[in-house]
Nanobody
Framework: QEQLVESGGGLVQAGGSLRLSCAAS????????MGWFRQARGKDREFVAA???????RYADSVKGRFTISRDNAKTTVYLQMNSLKPEDTAVYYC????????????????????WGQGTQVTVSS
């Protein structure tokens, strides 16, 4: 069973930065599509960013130009660098893995991902 553990969340002022990390337990995860999703209180879980095994990335329009997803396959770790944070970025952020090395047509859907972390809270104050 693959396991994902997120870290790096916290409280930051608007305009600040945070870097989230997702440590994966299985070596197979180095060949999976990895994604970040977030869920604000009272809202549905939404796609943030994804990266395939080759390093190709996808972003939600709301974070494009501010967030950067990257991966270190040797360490089976995925990162989400978040800059220019806004209060509307406040949410629980989840790391997820899809058992495919390539993006499907639904890479932005949480139904595509088989493994999930427990989430880490990000709070951006105005």
């Amino acid at each position: 069973q693959e396991q994902l553990v997120e870290s790096g969340g916290g409280l930051v002022q608007a305009g600040g930065s945070l870097r989230l990390s997702c440590a994966a337990s299985g070596r197979a995860l180095s060949s999976y599509v990895m994604g970040w999703f977030r869920q604000a209180r009272g809202k549905d879980r939404e796609f943030v960013a994804a990266i395939n095994w080759a390093g190709t990335t996808r972003y939600a329009d709301s974070v494009k130009g501010r967030f950067t997803i990257s991966r270190d396959n040797a360490k089976t770790t995925v990162y989400l660098q978040m800059n220019s944070l806004k209060p509307e970025d406040t949410a629980v952020y989840y790391c997820a893995a899809d058992r495919s090395p390539y993006f499907s047509g639904s890479y932005y859907s949480h139904y595509e991902y088989e493994y999930w972390g427990q989430g880490t809270q990000v709070t951006v104050s105005s």
